[in-house]
């Protein structure tokens, strides 16, 4: 179902303490495993889901485009998107997948 775009790093246990730490929250261990995984993760056509009328200005669907994780890319690094996008997302929530070419799917976090 899920493809990695990138290896997954040998220090990926390092940097998920370091997202983690930096951020003052917890990822579930489920999203932890997810990241052990696949890393960052290229979806296409599959990964679209219809949506209520209201949920999303002018959108009837969801198309999911990357699910973030560690890599060089800036924009699909997880840790850069969230240090990029902080004060733009509420502080509980983490960004975690690109959807819709421009907007951010996040994963509630758990508090430290």
């Known amino acids: 179902m899920f493809q990695s775009k990138y290896k997954v ?3 990926v246990d390092k940097k998920i ?3 983690e730490k930096d951020f003052g929250m917890f990822l579930e261990n489920s999203y932890k495993n997810f990241l052990k995984k696949y890393n960052v993760v290229e979806c296409h056509q599959e990964f679209a889901f219809p949506v209520k009328e209201n949920l999303i ?3 009837d669907d969801i198309s999911i485009d990357i699910i973030l994780g560690f890599c060089k890319d800036e924009q699909e690094d997880i840790y850069s998107v969230n240090y990029d996008y902080q004060d733009r997302i509420p502080e509980d ?3 975690i997948a690109l959807v819709n070419e421009s907007d ?3 994963l509630p976090l758990l508090g430290s």
């Open 57 to 59: 200005a002018g959108e």
């Open 9 to 11: 790093c040998r220090i």
């Open 93 to 95: 929530v983490m960004a």
């Open 104 to 106: 951010w799917l996040c």
């Open 17 to 19: 303490q370091k997202l």
